[in-house]
């Protein structure tokens, strides 16, 4: 879960070299880091699992933020990318809100083979955005968001995030990708 593939690497780096993004549910901040070496000037890192003790141990250019996202919306910070990596179906309210006040949304996850990750409403806001890069993979798949430009039609993984249809021709990742682990 939440591995980056060389494909994907590649393809996210462009959009996060130089800038500031938010890393929403940061977990272990793995992504966090890899976001660094990805040349991101610095990551600000939300989750509300984060211990105290845990806050004050951040890699420099890692602000660590132990708190929930409808908490968080109350920032000044005005990141240039929001990355959401597998987000919670049930308890990420606030994620649709942080997510748009971004010029570059970033999903990395999985709606398929019977996994859902994120909310009906962040994916309802998603499919409204350009699509910038979509690298599907085996674990997850990474997709990267521009401006919004209105309904378009939905990738694979959107559309199994909006039906939630759980026949096989939906939920099968075989039916929709060549997958490239590189």
């Not at 901040?29 to 990805?38: G, P, S, T, V």
């Not at 708190?67 to 929001?82: C, I, K, N, T, W």
């Amino acid at each position: 879960m939440g591995l980056l593939t060389a494909r994907q690497w590649t393809a996210l780096a462009p959009y996060v070299a130089g800038k500031t993004v938010e890393d929403l549910g940061a977990g272990g901040w793995d992504l966090a880091l890899q976001l660094l070496e990805m040349g991101a000037s610095r990551v600000i890192a939300v989750d509300c699992c984060f211990r105290s003790d845990f806050l004050g141990d951040a890699p420099e250019r890692i602000d660590v933020l132990g708190r929930y996202f409808q908490e968080h919306l109350g920032s000044s910070v005005a990141p240039d990318v929001a990355f959401a990596s597998w987000p919670d179906m049930y308890k990420s309210k606030g994620l649709e809100a942080l997510m748009r006040r971004a010029p570059v949304a970033v999903y990395l996850g999985t709606n398929m083979d019977g996994v859902a990750c994120g909310r009906r409403e962040l994916f309802e806001h998603l499919v409204q955005r350009r699509v910038l890069a979509h690298v599907p993979a085996s674990l997850n798949t990474l997709i990267v968001y521009g401006d919004v430009m209105g309904e378009r039609r939905p990738l694979p993984e959107e559309h199994a995030a909006l039906s939630r249809d759980t026949s096989p021709i939906v939920w099968s990742r075989s039916v929709y990708f060549e997958l490239d682990e590189t």
